[in-house]
Protein backbone atom coordinates (compact mmCIF):
# COMPACT_ATOMS: atom_id res chain seq x y z
CA UNK A 1 0.00 0.00 0.00
CA UNK A 2 1.31 3.53 -0.94
CA UNK A 3 2.41 6.07 1.75
CA UNK A 4 -0.85 7.93 0.15
CA UNK A 5 -3.64 5.62 0.88
CA UNK A 6 -2.52 5.56 5.00
CA UNK A 7 -4.00 8.41 5.45
CA UNK A 8 -5.16 8.08 9.46
CA UNK A 9 -8.58 9.50 10.75
CA UNK A 10 -6.79 11.90 12.35
CA UNK A 11 -4.48 12.78 10.12
CA UNK A 12 -7.72 13.24 7.85
CA UNK A 13 -9.56 15.26 10.61
CA UNK A 14 -6.83 17.59 10.81
CA UNK A 15 -5.81 17.97 6.87
CA UNK A 16 -9.22 19.25 5.98
CA UNK A 17 -9.80 21.37 8.91
CA UNK A 18 -6.33 23.00 7.66
CA UNK A 19 -7.20 23.29 3.93
CA UNK A 20 -10.71 25.19 5.58
CA UNK A 21 -8.96 27.07 8.27
CA UNK A 22 -7.19 28.77 5.18
CA UNK A 23 -10.60 30.88 4.77
CA UNK A 24 -10.38 31.46 8.36
CA UNK A 25 -6.89 32.79 8.91
CA UNK A 26 -7.54 35.03 5.84
CA UNK A 27 -10.42 36.53 7.41
CA UNK A 28 -9.30 36.72 11.56
CA UNK A 29 -5.66 37.66 10.99
CA UNK A 30 -6.58 40.98 9.25
CA UNK A 31 -8.95 42.06 11.88
CA UNK A 32 -6.52 43.68 14.18
CA UNK A 33 -4.84 45.92 11.36
CA UNK A 34 -7.86 47.10 9.82
CA UNK A 35 -7.70 50.58 10.29
CA UNK A 36 -4.16 50.54 9.81
CA UNK A 37 -4.62 48.67 5.93
CA UNK A 38 -7.13 51.21 5.43
CA UNK A 39 -5.12 54.41 6.30
CA UNK A 40 -2.19 52.38 4.25
CA UNK A 41 -5.00 52.29 0.98
CA UNK A 42 -6.49 55.73 1.41
CA UNK A 43 -9.65 55.54 3.76
CA UNK A 44 -10.67 55.66 7.40
CA UNK A 45 -14.17 54.87 7.26
CA UNK A 46 -14.73 51.98 9.79
CA UNK A 47 -18.10 50.80 7.18
CA UNK A 48 -15.44 50.35 4.73
CA UNK A 49 -12.84 48.97 6.70
CA UNK A 50 -15.66 46.10 7.35
CA UNK A 51 -16.02 45.46 3.81
CA UNK A 52 -12.64 44.11 3.39
CA UNK A 53 -14.27 41.35 5.81
CA UNK A 54 -17.20 41.14 3.71
CA UNK A 55 -16.03 40.79 0.69
CA UNK A 56 -14.09 38.24 0.90
CA UNK A 57 -17.12 36.04 2.12
CA UNK A 58 -18.63 37.08 -1.08
CA UNK A 59 -15.93 35.79 -3.14
CA UNK A 60 -16.39 32.37 -1.02
CA UNK A 61 -19.98 31.59 -2.00
CA UNK A 62 -19.45 32.90 -5.89
CA UNK A 63 -16.33 30.50 -5.99
CA UNK A 64 -18.28 27.37 -4.35
CA UNK A 65 -20.61 27.01 -7.67
CA UNK A 66 -18.03 26.64 -9.72
CA UNK A 67 -15.31 25.01 -7.59
CA UNK A 68 -17.57 21.85 -6.24
CA UNK A 69 -19.21 21.54 -9.56
CA UNK A 70 -15.84 21.25 -11.12
CA UNK A 71 -14.50 18.76 -9.02
CA UNK A 72 -17.26 15.98 -9.67
CA UNK A 73 -16.38 16.55 -13.34
CA UNK A 74 -12.07 16.35 -13.06
CA UNK A 75 -11.86 15.60 -9.42
CA UNK A 76 -11.23 17.13 -5.88
CA UNK A 77 -7.53 17.09 -6.00
CA UNK A 78 -7.36 19.29 -9.20
CA UNK A 79 -10.22 21.99 -8.08
CA UNK A 80 -7.81 22.27 -5.00
CA UNK A 81 -4.88 22.77 -6.75
CA UNK A 82 -6.40 25.70 -8.70
CA UNK A 83 -7.93 26.99 -5.65
CA UNK A 84 -5.09 27.75 -4.14
CA UNK A 85 -3.02 29.06 -6.68
CA UNK A 86 -5.50 31.31 -7.02
CA UNK A 87 -5.19 31.94 -3.59
CA UNK A 88 -2.10 32.71 -3.58
CA UNK A 89 -2.00 35.08 -6.72
CA UNK A 90 -4.65 37.00 -4.78
CA UNK A 91 -2.45 37.15 -1.80
CA UNK A 92 0.13 38.74 -3.72
CA UNK A 93 -2.18 41.56 -5.31
CA UNK A 94 -3.05 42.44 -2.02
CA UNK A 95 0.41 42.94 -0.44
CA UNK A 96 0.92 45.27 -3.36
CA UNK A 97 -2.06 46.98 -2.89
CA UNK A 98 -2.25 51.15 -3.03
CA UNK A 99 -5.62 51.89 -3.05
CA UNK A 100 -9.10 50.46 -1.90
CA UNK A 101 -10.37 49.48 -5.12
CA UNK A 102 -7.16 47.12 -5.85
CA UNK A 103 -7.54 45.47 -2.31
CA UNK A 104 -10.92 44.78 -2.68
CA UNK A 105 -10.42 43.02 -5.63
CA UNK A 106 -7.55 41.27 -4.43
CA UNK A 107 -9.52 40.32 -1.29
CA UNK A 108 -12.46 39.23 -3.69
CA UNK A 109 -10.63 36.88 -5.59
CA UNK A 110 -8.78 35.46 -2.34
CA UNK A 111 -12.07 34.44 -1.28
CA UNK A 112 -12.82 32.81 -5.09
CA UNK A 113 -9.51 30.88 -4.49
CA UNK A 114 -10.65 30.12 -1.18
CA UNK A 115 -14.05 28.48 -2.06
CA UNK A 116 -12.38 25.56 -3.76
CA UNK A 117 -10.61 23.91 -0.36
CA UNK A 118 -14.06 25.51 1.41
CA UNK A 119 -16.53 23.06 -1.00
CA UNK A 120 -14.23 20.50 -1.77
CA UNK A 121 -13.43 19.54 1.66
CA UNK A 122 -17.50 19.43 2.26
CA UNK A 123 -18.13 17.46 -0.87
CA UNK A 124 -14.50 14.77 0.08
CA UNK A 125 -16.27 14.25 3.51
CA UNK A 126 -19.21 13.62 2.09
CA UNK A 127 -17.87 10.84 0.22
CA UNK A 128 -16.21 9.36 2.64
CA UNK A 129 -19.05 9.83 5.50
CA UNK A 130 -23.05 10.26 6.11
CA UNK A 131 -25.53 10.87 8.75
CA UNK A 132 -24.93 11.58 11.93
CA UNK A 133 -20.96 10.33 11.90
CA UNK A 134 -20.53 12.79 8.97
CA UNK A 135 -21.80 15.93 11.50
CA UNK A 136 -19.74 14.06 14.08
CA UNK A 137 -16.43 14.11 11.78
CA UNK A 138 -17.81 17.81 10.74
CA UNK A 139 -18.03 18.63 14.59
CA UNK A 140 -14.24 17.30 15.48
CA UNK A 141 -12.84 18.99 11.89
CA UNK A 142 -14.58 22.27 13.38
CA UNK A 143 -12.64 21.77 16.47
CA UNK A 144 -9.27 22.19 14.45
CA UNK A 145 -10.51 24.74 12.02
CA UNK A 146 -12.02 27.01 15.08
CA UNK A 147 -8.17 27.24 16.30
CA UNK A 148 -7.68 29.77 13.28
CA UNK A 149 -9.81 32.59 14.81
CA UNK A 150 -8.42 31.54 18.11
CA UNK A 151 -4.82 32.17 17.37
CA UNK A 152 -5.15 34.22 14.15
CA UNK A 153 -5.68 37.73 15.30
CA UNK A 154 -2.91 37.41 18.17
CA UNK A 155 -0.87 36.34 15.10
CA UNK A 156 -2.09 39.11 13.40
CA UNK A 157 -1.52 41.79 15.86
CA UNK A 158 2.22 40.40 16.16
CA UNK A 159 3.19 40.60 12.66
CA UNK A 160 1.16 43.90 12.15
CA UNK A 161 3.35 45.13 15.26
CA UNK A 162 6.95 43.20 13.93
CA UNK A 163 6.71 43.61 10.52
CA UNK A 164 3.93 45.61 9.14
CA UNK A 165 0.38 44.57 7.48
CA UNK A 166 1.77 42.92 4.63
CA UNK A 167 3.50 40.44 6.32
CA UNK A 168 -0.04 39.17 7.06
CA UNK A 169 -0.76 38.25 3.80
CA UNK A 170 2.61 36.51 3.36
CA UNK A 171 1.97 34.43 6.24
CA UNK A 172 -1.36 33.23 4.72
CA UNK A 173 0.38 32.38 1.67
CA UNK A 174 3.34 29.99 2.96
CA UNK A 175 0.59 28.66 5.58
CA UNK A 176 -1.96 28.21 1.85
CA UNK A 177 1.21 26.30 0.12
CA UNK A 178 2.03 24.23 3.05
CA UNK A 179 -1.20 22.53 3.18
CA UNK A 180 -1.86 22.22 -0.79
CA UNK A 181 1.79 19.93 -0.92
CA UNK A 182 0.13 17.90 2.18
CA UNK A 183 -2.90 17.37 0.48
CA UNK A 184 -0.96 16.59 -3.28
CA UNK A 185 1.36 13.97 -0.71
CA UNK A 186 -0.94 12.26 1.64
CA UNK A 187 -4.75 12.82 0.72
CA UNK A 188 -5.95 10.32 -1.80
CA UNK A 189 -8.37 11.15 -4.63
CA UNK A 190 -11.86 10.45 -3.17
CA UNK A 191 -14.09 10.80 -6.50
CA UNK A 192 -14.29 7.49 -8.12
CA UNK A 193 -13.52 7.15 -11.80
CA UNK A 194 -17.20 5.79 -12.69
CA UNK A 195 -18.88 9.06 -10.57
CA UNK A 196 -17.23 11.78 -12.78
CA UNK A 197 -19.58 14.20 -14.51
CA UNK A 198 -18.74 15.86 -17.45
CA UNK A 199 -18.96 19.57 -16.92
CA UNK A 200 -21.28 21.52 -18.88
CA UNK A 201 -24.18 23.46 -18.67
CA UNK A 202 -26.45 20.54 -17.52
CA UNK A 203 -24.52 19.57 -14.94
CA UNK A 204 -25.63 22.98 -13.05
CA UNK A 205 -29.07 22.83 -14.21
CA UNK A 206 -29.76 19.34 -13.14
CA UNK A 207 -27.74 19.62 -10.15
CA UNK A 208 -29.91 22.84 -9.39
CA UNK A 209 -33.06 21.07 -10.36
CA UNK A 210 -32.20 18.39 -8.05
CA UNK A 211 -31.22 20.48 -5.16
CA UNK A 212 -34.41 22.20 -5.35
CA UNK A 213 -36.39 18.63 -5.68
CA UNK A 214 -35.35 18.33 -1.55
CA UNK A 215 -36.85 21.13 0.80
CA UNK A 216 -34.94 20.21 3.69
CA UNK A 217 -31.70 20.74 1.97
CA UNK A 218 -33.04 24.17 0.44
CA UNK A 219 -34.45 25.27 3.80
CA UNK A 220 -31.33 24.24 6.00
CA UNK A 221 -29.10 26.09 3.38
CA UNK A 222 -31.48 29.82 3.65
CA UNK A 223 -31.10 29.17 7.32
CA UNK A 224 -27.47 28.75 7.38
CA UNK A 225 -27.27 32.10 5.15
CA UNK A 226 -29.90 33.85 7.93
CA UNK A 227 -27.68 32.42 10.96
CA UNK A 228 -24.23 33.62 9.25
CA UNK A 229 -25.26 37.27 8.94
CA UNK A 230 -25.25 38.71 12.24
CA UNK A 231 -22.03 36.25 12.92
CA UNK A 232 -20.73 37.87 9.99
CA UNK A 233 -21.77 41.60 11.14
CA UNK A 234 -20.10 40.80 14.37
CA UNK A 235 -16.50 39.47 12.79
CA UNK A 236 -16.65 42.55 10.57
CA UNK A 237 -17.36 45.19 13.30
CA UNK A 238 -15.59 43.58 16.18
CA UNK A 239 -12.11 45.79 16.07
CA UNK A 240 -14.63 49.11 15.40
CA UNK A 241 -16.64 47.78 18.70
CA UNK A 242 -13.99 47.07 20.50
CA UNK A 243 -11.66 49.44 19.69
CA UNK A 244 -13.77 52.38 19.03
CA UNK A 245 -16.93 51.88 21.69
CA UNK A 246 -15.36 49.91 24.12
CA UNK A 247 -11.30 52.01 24.23
CA UNK A 248 -9.97 48.10 24.35
CA UNK A 249 -8.01 48.38 21.20
CA UNK A 250 -5.11 47.16 23.11
CA UNK A 251 -6.58 43.67 24.37
CA UNK A 252 -8.90 42.81 21.31
CA UNK A 253 -7.11 40.13 19.92
CA UNK A 254 -6.95 38.27 23.03
CA UNK A 255 -10.42 39.33 23.50
CA UNK A 256 -11.54 38.36 20.38
CA UNK A 257 -9.55 34.92 20.51
CA UNK A 258 -11.37 34.05 23.75
CA UNK A 259 -14.60 34.24 22.59
CA UNK A 260 -13.47 31.78 19.56
CA UNK A 261 -12.01 29.82 21.78
CA UNK A 262 -15.57 29.07 23.38
CA UNK A 263 -17.56 28.49 20.10
CA UNK A 264 -14.53 25.71 19.56
CA UNK A 265 -15.86 24.18 22.97
CA UNK A 266 -18.88 24.45 21.90
CA UNK A 267 -18.41 22.77 18.72
CA UNK A 268 -16.19 19.60 20.58
CA UNK A 269 -19.35 18.86 22.57
CA UNK A 270 -21.43 18.57 19.58
CA UNK A 271 -19.04 16.06 18.59
CA UNK A 272 -19.92 13.58 20.77
CA UNK A 273 -24.04 14.52 21.96
CA UNK A 274 -24.91 14.60 18.31
CA UNK A 275 -24.58 11.19 17.73
CA UNK A 276 -26.63 10.73 21.23
CA UNK A 277 -29.56 13.66 20.65
CA UNK A 278 -29.58 13.56 16.42
CA UNK A 279 -27.70 16.94 14.47
CA UNK A 280 -31.50 18.11 13.90
CA UNK A 281 -32.04 18.63 18.00
CA UNK A 282 -28.69 19.36 18.34
CA UNK A 283 -29.00 22.37 16.04
CA UNK A 284 -32.60 23.58 17.53
CA UNK A 285 -32.18 23.87 20.97
CA UNK A 286 -28.96 25.96 21.19
CA UNK A 287 -30.57 28.26 18.70
CA UNK A 288 -33.73 28.22 20.99
CA UNK A 289 -31.04 29.38 23.48
CA UNK A 290 -29.77 32.52 21.42
CA UNK A 291 -32.85 33.70 20.74
CA UNK A 292 -33.78 34.01 24.39
CA UNK A 293 -29.93 35.32 25.80
CA UNK A 294 -30.04 37.78 21.99
CA UNK A 295 -34.01 38.87 23.27
CA UNK A 296 -32.68 39.59 27.27
CA UNK A 297 -29.83 41.98 25.88
CA UNK A 298 -31.75 43.61 23.45
CA UNK A 299 -34.42 44.23 26.02
CA UNK A 300 -31.85 45.39 29.02
CA UNK A 301 -29.49 47.32 27.23
CA UNK A 302 -31.38 49.24 24.13
CA UNK A 303 -30.65 52.50 26.00
CA UNK A 304 -26.60 51.97 25.35
CA UNK A 305 -23.93 50.06 25.99
CA UNK A 306 -23.62 47.98 28.80
CA UNK A 307 -19.72 47.64 31.01
CA UNK A 308 -17.60 45.69 28.85
CA UNK A 309 -17.55 42.88 31.08
CA UNK A 310 -21.44 42.38 30.83
CA UNK A 311 -21.11 42.73 26.55
CA UNK A 312 -18.56 40.25 26.64
CA UNK A 313 -20.33 37.94 28.75
CA UNK A 314 -23.52 37.88 26.25
CA UNK A 315 -21.59 37.65 23.36
CA UNK A 316 -19.83 35.08 24.84
CA UNK A 317 -22.97 33.08 25.58
CA UNK A 318 -24.64 33.82 21.92
CA UNK A 319 -21.63 32.33 20.62
CA UNK A 320 -20.98 29.32 22.73
CA UNK A 321 -24.46 28.51 21.16
CA UNK A 322 -23.31 28.81 17.53
CA UNK A 323 -20.58 26.13 18.04
CA UNK A 324 -23.54 23.85 18.44
CA UNK A 325 -25.46 25.57 15.44
CA UNK A 326 -23.13 25.60 12.09
CA UNK A 327 -22.16 22.30 11.76
CA UNK A 328 -24.93 20.58 12.32
CA UNK A 329 -27.04 23.04 9.92
CA UNK A 330 -24.06 22.15 7.15
CA UNK A 331 -24.54 18.50 8.22
CA UNK A 332 -28.58 18.74 7.37
CA UNK A 333 -28.51 20.51 4.41
CA UNK A 334 -26.32 17.72 3.21
CA UNK A 335 -27.70 15.28 3.95
CA UNK A 336 -30.40 14.56 1.26
CA UNK A 337 -28.06 15.47 -1.48
CA UNK A 338 -25.48 13.41 -1.22
CA UNK A 339 -25.37 11.31 -4.70
CA UNK A 340 -24.77 15.43 -5.99
CA UNK A 341 -22.03 16.47 -2.94
CA UNK A 342 -19.94 18.32 -5.72
CA UNK A 343 -22.42 20.45 -6.93
CA UNK A 344 -24.86 20.13 -3.67
CA UNK A 345 -21.72 21.79 -1.90
CA UNK A 346 -21.88 24.51 -4.07
CA UNK A 347 -24.91 25.42 -4.41
CA UNK A 348 -25.68 25.04 -0.73
CA UNK A 349 -22.39 27.79 -0.09
CA UNK A 350 -23.36 29.60 -2.96
CA UNK A 351 -26.99 30.23 -1.59
CA UNK A 352 -26.17 30.76 1.93
CA UNK A 353 -23.64 33.74 1.01
CA UNK A 354 -26.42 34.81 -1.10
CA UNK A 355 -28.02 35.53 1.49
CA UNK A 356 -25.90 35.84 4.45
CA UNK A 357 -23.89 38.66 2.82
CA UNK A 358 -26.49 41.31 2.02
CA UNK A 359 -27.90 40.62 5.38
CA UNK A 360 -24.70 41.29 7.06
CA UNK A 361 -23.87 44.75 5.24
CA UNK A 362 -27.43 45.91 6.10
CA UNK A 363 -26.37 44.78 9.86
CA UNK A 364 -23.10 46.47 10.18
CA UNK A 365 -24.24 49.73 8.62
CA UNK A 366 -26.25 50.29 12.40
CA UNK A 367 -22.95 49.37 14.40
CA UNK A 368 -21.94 53.09 15.00
CA UNK A 369 -21.90 53.71 18.55
CA UNK A 370 -23.71 51.21 19.82
CA UNK A 371 -23.15 47.12 19.19
CA UNK A 372 -26.98 46.81 19.75
CA UNK A 373 -27.48 45.99 16.04
CA UNK A 374 -25.82 42.44 16.54
CA UNK A 375 -27.94 41.47 19.08
CA UNK A 376 -30.93 42.67 17.77
CA UNK A 377 -29.45 40.80 13.92
CA UNK A 378 -29.37 37.70 15.96
CA UNK A 379 -32.39 37.74 17.90
CA UNK A 380 -34.24 38.28 14.35
CA UNK A 381 -32.36 36.10 12.09
CA UNK A 382 -32.44 33.07 14.78
CA UNK A 383 -36.40 33.76 14.96
CA UNK A 384 -36.93 33.71 11.10
CA UNK A 385 -35.07 30.58 11.15
CA UNK A 386 -36.78 28.20 14.02
CA UNK A 387 -40.11 29.49 12.19
CA UNK A 388 -38.38 27.94 8.29
CA UNK A 389 -37.50 25.08 9.91
CA UNK A 390 -40.59 24.36 11.75
CA UNK A 391 -42.51 24.85 8.73
CA UNK A 392 -39.81 22.34 6.79
CA UNK A 393 -40.26 19.92 8.95
CA UNK A 394 -44.25 19.88 9.48
CA UNK A 395 -44.53 19.89 5.74
CA UNK A 396 -42.46 16.79 5.45
CA UNK A 397 -44.14 14.85 7.88
CA UNK A 398 -47.42 15.68 6.20
CA UNK A 399 -45.79 14.69 3.29
CA UNK A 400 -44.81 11.15 4.53
CA UNK A 401 -48.39 10.80 6.21
CA UNK A 402 -50.11 11.14 2.64
CA UNK A 403 -47.53 8.91 1.19
CA UNK A 404 -48.31 5.87 3.85
CA UNK A 405 -51.66 6.69 3.77
CA UNK A 406 -52.33 6.49 0.11
Not at 67 to 90: N, Q
Not at 256 to 275: C, Q, W
Not at 287 to 316: C, E, K, Q, R, W
Request: glycine share 8%; aromatic share 10%; hydrophobic share 50%.
Amino acid sequence: MSTKNRISDIEFISLMASLMALAALSIDALLPSLDVIGESIGTTDPKNNQFLIIVIVLGLGLGQLVSGALSDSIGRKPVMYIGCSLFAIASIICVFANNFELMVLGRLLQGVGLSAPRSVSMAIIRDKYIGDLMAKVMSYITVVFILAPVVAPTLGKLLLDQFGWQSIFYSQLIFGVFVTIWLWQRQPETLKEENKKTMNWALFRDGTKEFFKHPKAVVYTIVSGIISAPFLAYISASQQIFSQQYNLGEVYPYIFSGLALGIGVATFLNGSLVMKYGMKRMATIPMYAMLAITLTYVLMYNGGNPDSTIFIGFLGLVLFTIGFVFGNLNALAMQPIGHIAGIGASIIGFLSTLVSVPLATLIGQFVDTSSLPIFIGFASCVGISLVLMQMVNRTTQTEKISIRTN
